[in-house]
T-cell receptor, first 115, second 113 residues
Framework: DTGVSQDPRHKITKRGQNVTFRCDPI?????LYWYRQTLGQGPEFLTY????????KSRLLSDRFSAERPKGSFSTLEIQRTEQGDSAMYLC?????????????FGEGSRLTVL | GENVEQHPSTLSVQEGDSAVIKCTYS??????FPWYKQELGKGPQLIID?????GEKKDQRIAVTLNKTAKHFSLHITETQPEDSAVYFC????????????FGAGTRLFVKA
């Protein structure tokens, strides 16, 4: 399977705990994006990477959120001290930057439930 | 900031009828307008896109139109089939380095057999 993969698919945690999500993009894609999607809403942009460089972060991304892409391949999104409002689907997408087509290839998401 | 409005939020049609979803955007710099389809439990998948130098694009039963002056764009699905039932998102992006894409809130389409 050469699509975008995300792990874990589901995470249930208690308020105050830290969680980390992993995204493996399509191998030749150098752009990687994180989006958050809540029920009945469209994906909201959080941040994106060009190779290992984090080039833009949304105002939605509070200090409790941090994303990394250390070697320009997989990425992690960590949420510290989770709150109930963090419950959402976290979507990762990649795109072939050089081709600059704009198309995003999404993974199936990591669903977070904060109790 | 950038904003994409999408209407209607829910649309129910009879199989074989047409479905139209409309969107407006706020950022004049936007030059790329994709449409994504999301099925239950899956990530969104691109179904068609249009760029600002084109007014209309068609791919089999799907067509998109763009009015840059009015900042409107629309998705038209003809001869709808039950498998078209899903959530559809319009989006707007600008080629300013990373093609940051802003999504509408989505339209849940039901096609009744």
């Amino acid at each position: 399977d050469t699509g975008v993969s995300q792990d874990p698919r589901h995470k249930i945690t208690k308020r105050g705990q830290n969680v980390t999500f992993r995204c493996d993009p399509i191998s030749e894609h150098n752009r990687l994006y994180w989006y958050r999607q809540t029920l009945g809403q469209g994906p909201e942009f959080l941040t994106y990477f060009q190779n290992e460089a984090q080039l833009e972060k949304s105002r939605l991304l509070s200090d409790r959120f941090s994303a990394e892409r250390p070697k320009g391949s997989f990425s992690t999104l960590e949420i510290q001290r989770t709150e109930q409002g963090d419950s959402a689907m976290y979507l990762c997408a990649s795109s072939p930057g050089q081709a600059n087509t704009g198309e995003l290839f999404f993974g199936e998401g990591s669903r977070l439930t904060v109790l | 900031g950038e904003n994409v409005e999408q209407h209607p939020s829910t649309l129910s049609v009879q199989e074989g009828d047409s479905a139209v979803i409309k969107c407006t955007y706020s950022d004049s710099a936007s030059n790329y307008f994709p449409w994504y389809k999301q099925e239950l439990g899956k990530g969104p998948q691109l179904i068609i896109d249009i760029r600002s130098n084109v007014g209309e694009k068609k791919d089999q039963r799907i067509a998109v139109t763009l009015n840059k002056t009015a900042k409107h764009f629309s998705l038209h699905i003809t001869e709808t089939q039950p498998e078209d039932s899903a959530v559809y998102f319009c989006a707007a992006g600008a080629n300013t380095g990373g093609f940051k894409t802003i999504f509408g809130a989505g339209t849940r389409l039901f096609v009744k057999a």
